[in-house]
T-cell receptor, first 116, second 114 residues
Framework: EAGVTQFPSHSVIEKGQTVTLRCDPI?????LYWYRRVMGKEIKFLLH????????ESGMPNNRFLAERTGGTYSTLKVQPAELEDSGVYFC??????????????FGPGTRLTVT | AQSVTQPDIHITVSEGASLELRCNYSYGATPYLFWYVQSPGQGLQLLLK??????LVQGIKGFEAEFKRSQSSFNLRKPSVHWSDAAEYFCAVPRGSTLGRLYFGRGTQLTVWP
């Protein structure tokens, strides 16, 4: 079974440009999450999809960030326009719908975004 | 404020030595508690989890963790560390209405000397 995949693994863009990150969850996982880790800080929750609906987007930092999950499969996270403080590692995770209350989230390897 | 604290940013141990990584939480009620590990180039992998019941939890790769309510702690332990255990370790608490929002500690980087 394939794990969570993320593309690209690295991205270097200039301030003001647009970047789109992609996440493919484990097949059959209705829950999809985005997290971000800024250097030296803790991993922070951004948002949670259940299928194509946003269940919780309380962690999205501002309106420059747009997450979508059309069709309830893969998800994209667009940053437009990018700012220096957006640099960090963006993680995606997925999980099944409460199987036995395990709440286990499976993480991808992350996308390292550098804004110069 | 509600939080997850990992006091040690970096720990170095010799291969074969025992290991304890600290995690403290600050929540009103007893939360669920997780430990994740991230090896270089990999995603975070769940090592073990605590929901209720037995306070000593066994995980994968020979790790265990003990929940201590009186100390608000959930420390991760391993009796004998292997060089392949070198990684970054994260303590986490799930929150939110569906427990889908993970709050992480800052992580502890483990270096293993041969």
């Amino acid at each position: 079974e394939a794990g969570v995949t993320q593309f690209p693994s690295h991205s270097v863009i200039e301030k003001g440009q647009t970047v789109t990150l992609r996440c493919d969850p484990i097949s059959g996982h209705d829950n999809l999450y985005w997290y971000r880790r800024v250097m030296g800080k803790e991993i922070k929750f951004l948002l949670h999809f259940v299928k194509e609906s946003k269940q919780d987007e309380s962690g999205m930092p501002n309106n420059r960030f747009l997450a979508e999950r059309t069709g309830g499969t893969y998800s994209t996270l667009k940053v437009q326009p990018a700012e220096l403080e957006d640099s960090g590692v963006y993680f995606c995770a997925s999980s099944q719908v409460n199987p036995g209350n395990s709440y286990e989230q499976y993480f991808g390897p992350g996308t390292r975004l550098t804004v110069t | 404020a509600q939080s997850v604290t990992q006091p040690d940013i970096h720990i170095t141990v010799s291969e074969g030595a025992s290991l304890e990584l600290r995690c403290n939480y600050s929540y009103g009620a007893t939360p669920y508690l997780f430990w994740y590990v991230q090896s270089p180039g990999q995603g975070l992998q769940l090592l073990l989890k605590y929901f209720s019941g037995d306070t000593l939890v066994q995980g994968i790769k020979g790790f265990e963790a003990e929940f201590k309510r009186s100390q608000s702690s959930f420390n991760l332990r391993k009796p004998s560390v292997h060089w392949s255990d070198a990684a970054e370790y994260f303590c986490a608490v799930p929150r939110g209405s569906t427990l889908g929002r993970l709050y992480f500690g800052r992580g502890t980087q483990l270096t293993v000397w041969p």
